[in-house]
T-cell receptor, first 113, second 109 residues
Framework: GAGVSQSPSNKVTEKGKDVELRCDPI?????LYWYRQSLGQGLEFLIY????????KSGLPSDRFSAERTGGSVSTLTIQRTQQEDSAVYLC???????????FGSGTRLTVV | GQQVMQIPQYQHVQEGEDFTTYCNSS?????IQWYKQRPGGHPVFLIQ?????EVKKQKRLTFQFGEAKKNSSLHITATQTTDVGTYFC?????????FGTGTSLTVIP
């Protein structure tokens, strides 16, 4: 597609439930990133994919968070047993290669109630 | 880990005034990027600087990379209401870009 597509755009879930967030990067972009942004805050790095492998998982906040990327394309971020502090906008970005400008998706606004 | 400090955190200017945000690192950077995020939107890539002392211009925006490659600045001349948003610098760490805390710009008409 022309841009980075994220779904759903909004997600409200009950505390303790699992959620899956999807990112469809720009075709041909080898690098894919997940960031988290709380209201009025900066961008918190979560994980980076080069192809299907994740060389850097250092930003994942806890073992409740996991991510995968298949076919060098679509990525899924899964949060298990959601907590209220997980509420944030989850942004996905892709780039041609690692050291290049990012194109961000519109994000998924997650609210845990 | 990479520490990139951005100042100021907030800036209010009258329309027509100039605006500058600064990004500082304790370590030498290989390159630096700048992004703009409109209220309610997502970050949009503006530019990448790579060379020591590099200066690039985009209309009213001037981007500069320090000689020591430890700091960078974004200067907007004669701000307009369309410049409203948060400006982030991002420093490459070897795997991904580490984003600064951002400067939120408000332009008063």
């Amino acid at each position: 597609g022309a841009g980075v597509s994220q779904s759903p755009s909004n997600k409200v879930t009950e505390k303790g439930k699992d959620v899956e967030l999807r990112c469809d990067p720009i075709s041909g972009h080898t690098a894919l990133y997940w960031y988290r942004q709380s209201l009025g805050q900066g961008l918190e790095f979560l994980i980076y994919f080069q192809g299907n492998s994740a060389p850097d998982k250092s930003g994942l906040p806890s073992d409740r968070f996991s991510a995968e990327r298949t076919g060098g394309s679509v990525s899924t971020l899964t949060i298990q047993r959601t907590q209220q502090e997980d509420s944030a906008v989850y942004l996905c970005a892709s780039s041609l290669w690692a050291n290049y400008g990012y194109t961000f998706g519109s994000g998924t606004r997650l609210t845990v109630v | 880990g990479q520490q990139v400090m951005q100042i100021p955190q907030y800036q209010h200017v009258q329309e027509g005034e100039d605006f500058t945000t600064y990004c500082n690192s304790s370590t030498t950077l290989s390159n630096i990027q700048w992004y703009k995020q409109r209220p309610g939107g997502h970050p949009v890539f503006l530019i990448q600087l790579v060379k020591s002392g590099e200066v690039k211009k985009q209309k009213r925006l001037t981007f500069q990379f320090g000689e020591a490659k430890k700091n960078s600045s974004l200067h907007i001349t004669a701000t307009q209401t369309t410049d409203v948003g948060t400006y982030f610098c991002a420093a490459y760490t070897g795997n991904q870009f580490y984003f600064g805390t951002g400067t939120s710009l408000t332009v008063i008409p």
